[in-house]
């Protein structure tokens, strides 16, 4: 059953990393979504979202700026995840594992355009020289994607399969005064992807930000309630916007 769950997991990470598809790739590489697929598997959805929420709030505010992720949530998620629900891990501790994981992606992630740069692009540019552009369609697509399931899915596949009971190890041989620090520093992460997001929507979007927070704070409505409500000021806003402009431009 572990090598089942553990392999499953190698294949989805695979599948959300491998771009076959931009649109669902960026969909399955969030770790709230991959919190439940992966609690569906280990039997405990509920844990699973959980981790997957904390997770995602870290890397909330990243922002991969001309394609190079600082970070890689996905497999921060597809290793901490499954350990965590194993382990009966709190969130800190669960972030504190995701974070390594996260920026262990990005070294994989660059290995992946190295060989591609050096082995696949030159034979793809032969390829379209000569017309050939059913060889071309293997080099630049098939055989990249098969080589995405080598440095993505073997990897996970084999720490799922091994990792949780080697983290467990350790954890049980750290000391309790160290996992309470490691679970603090953890649980501070989040606030990082918050303090980022602030930082990307900038001033002009801070008052709808504070308005929106405060009247959480203070009235405790739930998600699609907020949700109704953003989108019901950000169609007030845009027709204020238009109307303003229309009558800038007749005068």
């Known amino acids: 059953m572990n090598v089942i769950r553990a392999l499953l997991v190698g294949l989805i990470y695979w599948l959300a990393m491998g771009r076959a598809n931009y649109f669902f790739s960026l969909m399955a590489r969030q770790p709230l979504l991959l919190g439940v697929i992966y609690g ?7 844990a699973g979202l959980m981790y997957g929420a904390n997770i995602q709030l870290m890397y909330i505010g990243v922002v991969a700026a001309g394609g190079n992720i600082p970070n890689d949530p996905a497999l921060a998620a597809s290793i901490a995840i499954p350990a965590a629900i194993l382990g009966g891990l709190d969130s800190g501790a669960a972030i504190a594992i995701a974070v390594p994981f996260g920026v262990m992606g990005v070294m994989v992630n660059n290995l992946r355009r190295t060989i591609n740069t050096m082995f696949l692009a030159t034979k793809v540019d032969k390829c379209i020289e000569d017309g050939d552009f059913k060889k071309a369609h293997k080099y630049q697509f098939i055989i ?9 899915a073997v990897p996970v596949f084999l720490i799922n399969l091994v990792g949780p009971s080697i983290i467990q190890a350790v954890i049980e041989a750290i000391p309790t005064w160290l996992q309470n620090g490691i679970a ?61 402009q229309s009558e800038g431009g007749m005068n």
Request: aromatic share 14%; hydrophobic share 55%.
């Open 184 to 244: 603090n520093a953890g649980n501070m992460l989040p606030a990082l992807g918050f303090a980022l997001t602030l930082v990307v929507m900038g001033k002009q979007y801070m008052p709808y930000f504070l308005l929106g927070f405060f009247i959480y704070a203070i009235t405790g409505f739930s998600m699609l309630t907020g949700a109704i409500i953003a989108l019901a000021l950000g169609m007030i806003v845009e027709s204020v916007s238009n109307n303003a």
């Open 144 to 152: 990249p994607w098969l080589i995405n399931g080598v440095l993505y």
């Open 40 to 46: 569906a598997l280990y039997g405990d959805v509920q």
